[in-house]
């Protein structure tokens, strides 16, 4: 997607990253990778970007670094109220991994329907947390989220 409001560049703190087993490795990929292509992200007061992005945990608090064109602007956002769906989310995902291992069909689809679910529900808890600060899509939210999870899994 092209456009003045838009990320043209996503980073997570290394010294943020906890281990990560090769699929979560590959999901943060993923993510910065489909994010940077597709998005929708609007700063409050921001004339136009492209926008680059900084993703870090301090203190259990997500700080988010945003770049632009005559625009300089950080946010430290309180994870509380996205700590049980962000649980919840990473222990599915857990089951999943573990479910594409040997399970049937049926059931991987099962928990991948859970899985999405919750994703879905992080996206929007997502979307309120950063309300009044950036406006972002649904999907540009689930993408976030999946980064949020990210550093916040621990091993």
């Known amino acids: 997607m092209s456009g003045p409001h838009?990320?043209?560049?996503?980073?997570?703190d290394e010294a943020s990253l906890p281990s990560a087993t090769a699929e979560i490795e590959h999901?943060?990929?993923?993510?910065?990778?489909d994010l940077v292509e597709q998005n929708s992200f609007t700063p409050a007061g921001a004339e136009g970007g492209p926008y680059?992005?900084?993703?870090s945990l301090q203190d259990s608090r997500l700080a988010m670094d945003i770049t632009g064109p005559a625009y300089r602007k950080g946010?430290?956002?309180?994870?509380?109220?996205?700590?049980?769906?962000?649980?919840?989310?990473?222990m599915i995902c857990d089951s999943y991994y573990e479910a594409l291992r040997g399970s049937s069909a049926s059931q991987i689809e099962s928990v991948d329907m859970g899985r999405r679910g919750l994703h879905n529900e992080g996206a929007e808890a997502m979307k309120a947390r950063l309300e009044g600060k950036v406006e972002v899509d649904h999907e540009t939210a689930?993408?976030?989220?999946?980064l949020v999870c990210a550093l916040w899994r621990r091993g």
Request: hydrophobic share 50%.
């Open 6 to 12: 838009r990320l043209s560049a996503v980073d997570l």
């Open 27 to 33: 999901a943060r990929r993923v993510a910065i990778f």
């Open 52 to 55: 680059q992005l900084k993703l």
């Open 75 to 90: 946010h430290l956002l309180s994870l509380t109220p996205l700590k049980t769906v962000i649980r919840d989310y990473l």
């Open 142 to 146: 689930r993408r976030l989220f999946t």
